[in-house]
Every structure is written in C-alpha cells, then in structure tokens.
C-alpha cells in the first residue's frame, strides 16, 4: 500500500534551518510530481512546493520563495524540504503529497502522518 512518512520537524529558533524528509512506499515514485503543504495552527491547508517527476521543476508559494528548496532522490524514494531563514509563521505541521497539489485535501489521494515544525525563540 502507498505510504509516506515524514520526520525532520522539530523547535528551531528564528532565522534557523531544518531538512524535511518525506519516505515513500507503495508506488512508482519517479512517476509522480510530489508535493509539501502546511497547516499552521487554527488556519487551513497551505500548499508550499512541488516538484516534478525528474526533479528538474520546482514551484514555491510566494511565503517561502527564496528559503525553502525542494528536491528528490529517486533512487532512494525520498523527497525532501530545505528549509532556511525560518521565520515564527513557518510553524506548521509539515505533510508530504501525492496528487495534483493545490491547498485542499481534495486534491491529494495519499499524504503522510505529518512532521511539526516550530520556529520560536
């Protein structure tokens, strides 16, 4: 059966960096755009990067341009996030994607457990 599985979340001080990692099974992966998205606290879903199949097309949400970076390894399954510069409006819990990306549920079939990332002095 699909899964991903996220980890890297974790409290980091204002300006700090993390690196998602995002586990997939199940699945072709090298077939797939793979997507992060966000829930930060009393707010709704957030869609945050993508990536294509190759790896060679990222977008960003205007929020993190110029901080976050997405990639892959194919070979190993695993997507990830860079995520430099954080700033407190960072803090979310952090899920990995498949489907057709977007800021709504509807839009993916499968997404992992979540990793929280806190940004707080």
């Known amino acids: 059966q699909v899964q991903l599985v996220e980890s890297g979340g974790d409290l980091v001080q204002p300006g700090g960096s993390l690196r998602l990692s995002c586990a997939a099974s199940?699945?072709?992966?090298?077939?797939?755009?793979m997507y992060w998205v966000r829930r930060a606290p009393g707010k709704g879903l957030e869609w945050v990067s993508a990536?294509?199949?190759?790896?060679?097309?990222?977008n960003y949400a205007d929020s993190v341009k110029g901080r976050f970076t997405i990639s892959r390894d194919n070979a190993k399954n695993t997507l990830y996030l860079q995520m430099n510069s954080l700033k407190p409006e960072d803090t979310a819990l952090y899920y990995c994607?498949?489907?057709?990306?977007?800021?709504?549920?509807?839009?993916?079939?499968?997404w992992g457990q979540g990793t929280q990332v806190t940004v707080s002095s």
């Open positions: 994607g498949r489907g057709r990306g977007g800021s709504s549920w509807s839009l993916y079939d499968y």
């Open positions: 199940g699945f072709t992966f090298s077939s797939y755009w």
């Open positions: 990536i294509n199949t190759g790896g060679g097309t990222t």
